[in-house]
């Protein structure tokens, strides 16, 4: 169906609108969710930089960066395994796996 809101635009061939239900009220959250958790994760550690410098002796802070994201990049298999391995009683499985 074609609603108000998308007046004169052409909807894409084979396009469906879909209602808000709460499996996508769900991951709009969990998304979130995860996106401010990387920020804590990421802009925690600038917070304490002068700090950190001083106690490791050192003038380079790449590493500092570089070290969220692989807690990050650690975590997130780790977060998602669970999700596959019930993802026949869950729906799709975890996205992008």
Request: proline share 8%.
């Amino acid at each position: 169906m074609h609603s108000e809101r998308h007046a004169g635009k052409a909807p894409a061939p084979g396009a469906q609108e879909h209602p808000w239900n709460k499996r996508l009220i769900l991951w709009a959250a969990v998304l979130t969710l995860a996106n401010v958790l990387a920020d804590v994760a990421i802009g925690s550690p600038m917070m304490v930089l002068p700090q950190l410098l001083e106690h490791f002796d050192t003038d380079q802070v790449a590493w500092l960066n570089a070290s969220a994201m692989l807690a990050g990049a650690i975590c997130s298999p780790l977060l998602c395994s669970p999700y596959i391995s019930l993802g026949s009683d869950l729906g799709d499985g975890c996205p992008g796996a």
